[in-house]
């Protein structure tokens, strides 16, 4: 009993000691925390160090509370409002963002011999921005409130809502093996009609639960009701056969308009710094890097990585002139919901282990290069349109 205890516990103190350190020098040269967990996993994996098994139950467990804590928060950070008012470029910006890198990922993986519902699973997991990330990258560089860090946050949950609806749509297809585009198509519709109720709903019926909560006067009433609420949303999605990170992004997304929303955000922030780590570092362990010495494998990945950072680039063009290349850098980064992709590829038998790897070096790589880019750019693009 003593021995089981203490290896749980050396495990969860080293990978969130070693996530947090990772993200206190991350941070310190512009990058995000999640990159210090994916490589954090990939030395503890069975790939180098083997001291980590992604497999491992407990890590599975603590996994997959993180990935509805993310999506959960996900849903809370969403700000209509700020989509709403740069409505029209943000939605031309994300419908290129999104058809640009599936359609020639989906096209360049067919052609090399992946079946359609791969090759598209593929281009899809290419199409999410980091709503995180950007956010984080636009409020350091004090652009958050103009209409270009409007266009790219309302771009990239646009982006997200999409990614998330053909995540819904590929989860199907795990039940109706061989790829049925009807499955598909009426599961992604269903996952639509499911964020859509929770908006209508949360807008009318959220205040008022809450409302009865906060006038319960117990300590940590108010986290334990929202992730309790979380958690059921998810448990009714999967009920429904959808993805538990649709019923969690509902959640967030209902909850965005209660009172004490900025107070559940903070909260959940900490749920957030305590379970997500756990799910970067079992995606970082599943990551052979070997794989890459295939001469076949990188040449895919750098076509790939182009067909990525490009298809983003050229989303800026649904952006007003002067500011389309800052748009279009700031669409770069991918980040949570493409980890979710490429994790739910794998584990679920749709991708092959080369095909991962891939796709998570892309991730890490967009990931890193966009704030390098982006600053400068950014900045330079408000200089330009205040002279």
Sequence with gaps: ???GFTEIALKVIVILGSAKLLAVLLERIGQSPVVGELLLGMILGPYLVGWVDPKDPLLASLAEIGIIVLAFYLGLIADFDRLWQARRPAIRVAILGMFLPLALAALYAHLIGLSWGAALFLGAA???TSL?????LLWETQILHTITGSIILGAALLDDLIALWMLAGFHA???ARPFAWTEFILEGLLSLIVLGL???VGVRW???LFGIIEHLETRGMLIVASLVFCLSLATLAESLGLAVVVGAFA???????VSQERQITRQVETLVDLFVPFYFVKAGALLDLTVLGQVSVLGHMMILLGIAIGGKLLSGLGAQRGNRLAVGVGMMPRGEVGLIFALFGLVNGILAQEWYTILVVIVLLTTIAAP???RPLLQRSVSVGAG
Excluded at 251 to 257: D, R, V
């Design 251 to 257: 959640a967030g997304l209902m909850l965005e308009y």
């Design 173 to 175: 297809w795990l039940t």
């Design 132 to 136: 995180v990330k950007s956010g984080h």
């Design 206 to 208: 959220a205040p008022r």
């Design 372 to 374: 390098i880019i982006l």
């Design 198 to 200: 929770s908006l209508a």
């Design 126 to 128: 290419l199409t999410a």
């Design 1 to 3: 009993m003593e021995t």
